[in-house]
């Protein structure tokens, strides 16, 4: 399972926000918690197409799609050095997919900022920083470890050349993320899990008051966003977190008091999925039915594999429609036979956010 985890500075609203999301009620409180045992819960990523599809087919069961949220303690200045919850907590976060970055716009009088003051922007680069230092000091061990060896082999020894590069790359403050590494190097260095290679959403988490999409206070970290290629959701998370609460007209109300087309929930969700890079496809019948996660660029006999090993191992042919084209003719397989809108498709087909496949195998 894909797990998000939500880090920012301590009382930003992590939690809050973990509550937007999964609804899960999480405890929040006025005051720094400083316990290091994550909340977590699973959400279903909203889909209308396969809401659609459980409908017509009225299946025993449906599957949606889910990712996990992970509510982590606050990220104090200096916990890269070890301070605070310092090593505990990263090791939270070196363990998620993606990071849900929470920023305290709201100014709450009864909640002391761990800076004395709200600044989206500082107080991003302080996080920022810690997740560089995390991964300075993975890369300082793990060079000094080399470095005692008698002789290194030639596989430790492009692992040398490569760590020195990303060290000074991060050493001028800059995230792994934007190097541009390779996918054999990004491969190669899985085992460290740098923090700073995970994609990342800013939460602007907003107070009720401050509705006005061209809020002032955002304009720094809209900027700071737009320039680092992270993108950015604003959610109103103390109000979205009572609206969970509330009936589906009365949601509606407040959503447009709050000038919102979607609920929080949906959008941060959403974009969560798709900064993970990851696509859905349907499998449909009466049994049930049910929404697949892959990465993108993963091909048919990875969706079979995912159903069932069985699968993957007896493969013939995947049977394929997009959602579209299987709404286009009448939102019925026979019709898609008859228009001839089923493609058979082999192993290597790359599959497509929204295709329905039915495999063919043979054990
Ligand atoms: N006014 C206002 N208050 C908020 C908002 N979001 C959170 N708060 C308040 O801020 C306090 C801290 O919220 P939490 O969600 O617990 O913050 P946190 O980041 O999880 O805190 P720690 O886990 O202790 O670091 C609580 O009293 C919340 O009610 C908001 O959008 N508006
Ligand atoms: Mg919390």
Same mark, same amino acid.
């Given at each position: 399972? #894909?797990?998000?985890?939500?880090?920012?500075?301590?009382?930003?609203?992590?939690?809050?926000?973990?509550?937007?999301?999964?609804?899960?009620?999480?405890?929040?409180?006025?005051?720094?918690?400083?316990?290091?045992?994550?909340?977590?819960?699973?959400?279903?990523?909203?889909?209308?197409?396969?809401?659609? %599809?459980?409908?017509?087919?009225?299946?025993?069961?449906?599957?949606?799609?889910?990712?996990?949220?992970?509510?982590?303690?606050?990220?104090?200045?200096?916990?890269?050095?070890?301070?605070? #919850?310092?090593?505990?907590?990263?090791?939270?976060?070196?363990?998620?997919?993606?990071?849900?970055?929470?920023?305290? !716009?709201?100014?709450?009088?009864?909640?002391?900022?761990?800076?004395?003051?709200?600044?989206?922007?500082?107080?991003?680069?302080?996080?920022?920083?810690?997740?560089?230092?995390?991964?300075?000091?993975?890369?300082?061990?793990? %060079?000094?470890? #080399?470095?005692?060896?008698?002789?290194?082999?030639?596989?430790?020894?492009?692992?040398?050349?490569?760590?020195?590069?990303?060290?000074?790359?991060?050493?001028?403050?800059?995230? !792994?993320?934007?190097?541009?590494?390779?996918?054999?190097?990004?491969?190669?260095?899985?085992?460290?899990?740098?923090?700073?290679?995970?994609?990342?959403?800013?939460?602007?988490?907003?107070?009720?008051?401050?509705?006005?999409?061209?809020?002032?206070?955002?304009?720094?970290?809209?900027?700071?966003?737009?320039?680092?290629?992270?993108?950015?959701?604003?959610?109103?998370?103390?109000?979205?977190?009572?609206?969970?609460? !509330?009936?589906?007209?009365?949601?509606?109300?407040?959503?447009?008091?709050?000038?919102?087309?979607?609920?929080?929930?949906?959008? #941060?969700?959403?974009?969560?999925?798709?900064?993970?890079?990851?696509?859905?496809?349907?499998?449909?019948?009466?049994?049930?039915?049910?929404?697949?996660? %892959?990465?993108?660029?993963?091909?048919?006999?990875?969706?079979?594999?995912?159903?069932?090993?069985?699968?993957?191992?007896?493969?013939?042919?995947?049977?394929?429609?997009?959602?579209?084209?299987?709404?286009?003719?009448?939102?019925?397989?026979?019709?898609?036979?008859?228009?001839?809108?089923?493609?058979?498709?082999?192993?290597?087909?790359?599959?497509?956010?929204?295709?329905?496949?039915?495999?063919?195998?043979?054990?």
């Amino acid at each position: 399972m #894909l797990k998000c985890g939500i880090i920012g500075l301590p009382l930003s609203g992590k939690s809050t926000v973990f509550n937007v999301a999964t609804r899960a009620g999480a405890e929040v409180k006025p005051y720094a918690g400083g316990r290091t045992d994550p909340n977590r819960a699973m959400v279903n990523v909203p889909d209308e197409r396969f809401d659609n %599809l459980a409908g017509l087919f009225e299946p025993k069961k449906v599957t949606p799609a889910a990712v996990e949220f992970v509510d982590l303690a606050g990220l104090s200045r200096n916990a890269g050095r070890g301070e605070g #919850l310092g090593n505990s907590f990263l090791s939270f976060v070196a363990e998620s997919d993606a990071l849900v970055h929470v920023i305290r !716009l709201f100014g709450n009088p009864e909640v002391p900022h761990p800076e004395n003051s709200i600044d989206p922007a500082r107080d991003w680069s302080i996080v920022e920083m810690e997740l560089i230092f995390r991964d300075l000091g993975v890369i300082e061990n793990r %060079l000094s470890r #080399l470095d005692a060896k008698k002789k290194m082999t030639p596989p430790e020894q492009s692992e040398y050349a490569l760590l020195e590069k990303c060290q000074a790359w991060l050493l001028e403050e800059r995230p !792994l993320r934007d190097m541009g590494l390779s996918a054999d190097d990004k491969k190669s260095l899985g085992g460290f899990a740098f923090v700073t290679l995970k994609p990342e959403i800013i939460v602007a988490n907003l107070d009720e008051s401050q509705t006005d999409e061209d809020l002032p206070l955002l304009a720094p970290l809209r900027s700071l966003a737009v320039e680092k290629g992270i993108p950015l959701v604003r959610v109103f998370g103390r109000m979205e977190m009572e609206m969970a609460e !509330l009936e589906a007209d009365e949601q509606a109300e407040f959503m447009n008091d709050l000038g919102l087309k979607a609920p929080g929930r949906e959008r #941060l969700i959403s974009k969560a999925y798709e900064i993970l890079g990851l696509i859905s496809f349907f499998t449909t019948g009466k049994d049930e039915v049910k929404a697949w996660t %892959l990465r993108k660029g993963q091909t048919a006999l990875d969706a079979a594999g995912a159903i069932h090993s069985d699968l993957a191992r007896g493969f013939i042919r995947a049977q394929v429609v997009s959602y579209d084209d299987f709404q286009a003719n009448g939102a019925s397989m026979a019709g898609c036979r008859e228009k001839g809108a089923l493609r058979l498709e082999g192993k290597e087909y790359k599959v497509a956010d929204g295709d329905m496949i039915e495999i063919r195998f043979n054990v």
